[in-house]
């Protein structure tokens, strides 16, 4: 795992070292231009040095060999007079001014002059001046060389500081209990972590918004579940102490209907789950004409036994981007409810138009219908319409889940839901997308 303390200062000491090695470079550049500037200065003042008079004089008062110089000098007539450092790798032959020589032995910088009636060639090794020009680099950035280590140190230590409210949000993060779904503390933070900080507390509050869910989904599956199942508990007993046969029929045809009831809770329990927001939905284009005649087709022979005409009043071509599988719960819930709530002789109309480039789905039935005051409260988990005159035709019995399944998988297709009077005079349900 790569740590950021240690590849900040892997970086800045990166840094530093670059800046330090072209400083020197710079510095180098610098000081040999300033050293060839002050040594072909140099040579031009010993040039000028050397006496007008005779060849003896010179070759008693002048001594070049301290500086590294080689001299010769030339007559008029080009005869090699004197020559300092016979062994030195120069050209025999003299150019006025200043000039560069290359030899095996390295470049020469030459200084060729006339004084009297001689011609006099100076040179200098071009190394001498580069190792000057290195020492003058060398004595400027050794102290920067010397405190790198101690520069290492001071990033380090501050590269620390810099990250300790990191620290302290994982030690915080750490030391929790996993129920501690409270904010973060977001006082005395640095600018860039507060973001971070945020966003953490912002993904503790949907945890908490969960985990409440989970909950109250948890508490309210179990106390819906208890009551169909103890009243199969209760018809199993009946069906063991039964006399005789028409006794355990009757009991057996109740236990049969209570298991029912369960199963169909769990599977509407189930469903719900699925639907919650973090299911793993299979988004694609759905054909929605293809869509609402499956489901209706699939309905028509149960809204037969219920003794309810179902049928396709209108159908459009529309599609929609969703989850199959999830459109097809959500259809055949409002349908189940629709032929469920229905009396006998009754009938259930289903719609799909299309209205502003917007697909619509209608389901209308000739039911009792839905109260104005209670169709915002349909809508939550295991809530039943309170009983009432015109319920009591329809004498059924329901979980409670099927319009919150509705509402959670149109909430994941971005469709709202409305409900009002049908023509009929009971409940329209119209799904936009």
């Known amino acids: 795992m790569s740590s950021i303390r240690r590849q900040l200062l892997f970086w800045l000491l990166a840094i530093v070292v670059a800046g330090v090695g072209l400083a020197g470079w710079l510095i180098y550049r610098q000081a040999l231009a300033e050293a060839n500037e002050l040594f072909d200065y140099q040579l031009q003042e ?48 003299a150019e ?17 002059a006339i004084v009297g009636d001689n011609v006099v060639q100076l040179a200098q090794p071009v190394s001498v001046r580069n190792r000057l020009a290195a020492n003058v680099a060398l004595r400027t950035l050794w102290p920067l060389i010397v405190l790198l280590p101690f520069l290492g140190l001071a990033v380090w230590l501050v590269v620390g500081r ?53 909950k109250a989904f948890v508490a309210d599956a ?50 719900l789950a699925r639907s919650e927001p973090d299911g793993h939905a299979r988004m694609q284009d759905v054909d929605l004409h293809a869509l609402v005649a499956d489901c209706v087709a699939a309905y028509a022979s149960v809204a037969q036994q219920r003794g309810v005409d179902l049928g396709i009043e209108e159908s459009a071509q529309a599609s929609v981007h ?62 039943r319409v309170g009983e009432g005159a015109s319920r009591a035709r ?24 409305t409900l009002g009077d049908s023509p009929a005079g009971g409940l329209q349900v119209d799904v936009r997308f």
């Open 162 to 214: 810099g990250l300790a409210p990191l620290s302290r949000v994982a030690r915080a993060l750490d030391t929790r209990h996993p129920e501690a779904l409270d904010p973060l503390p977001e006082q005395r933070l640095p600018r860039e972590v507060t973001p971070l900080v945020h966003a953490l507390n912002a993904l503790l509050d949907r945890l908490a918004k969960a985990r409440d869910t989970q």
């Open 96 to 112: 006025l001014g200043f000039s560069t020589e290359h030899t095996d032995r390295g470049d020469w910088r030459v200084y060729g």
């Open 46 to 93: 010993i040039a000028a040095a050397l006496p007008s008079r005779s060849f003896n004089a010179i070759l008693s008062s002048n001594d070049t060999g301290d500086e590294g110089i080689v001299l010769q000098i030339w007559n008029r007539n080009g005869v090699l007079m004197y020559y300092s450092h016979p062994r030195a790798p120069l050209a025999p032959h």
């Open 322 to 383: 969703g989850d199959a599988g999830a459109l097809r719960v959500m259809f055949n819930n409002l349908l189940d409810n629709a032929t469920k709530y229905t009396p006998g002789g009754g009938r259930v109309d289903v719609a799909l138009r299309v209205d502003d480039g917007h697909p619509v789905v209608r389901i209308a039935d000739s039911g009792p219908g839905i109260p104005v005051e209670e169709h915002a409260r349909v809508f939550d988990r295991f809530y």
């Open 394 to 417: 329809a004498d059924v019995a329901g979980t409670g889940l099927g319009l919150a399944i509705v509402r959670r998988i149109a909430d994941q297709h971005d469709a709202t839901i």
């Open 222 to 271: 179990a106390h819906e579940l208890r009551t169909p199942l103890a009243a199969v508990q209760i018809q199993a007993q009946l069906v063991a102490r039964a006399k005789d046969d028409e006794t355990r029929r009757e009991a057996l045809t109740d236990l049969q209907a209570g298991i029912m009831r369960a199963t169909r809770l769990a599977e509407q329990l189930l469903a």
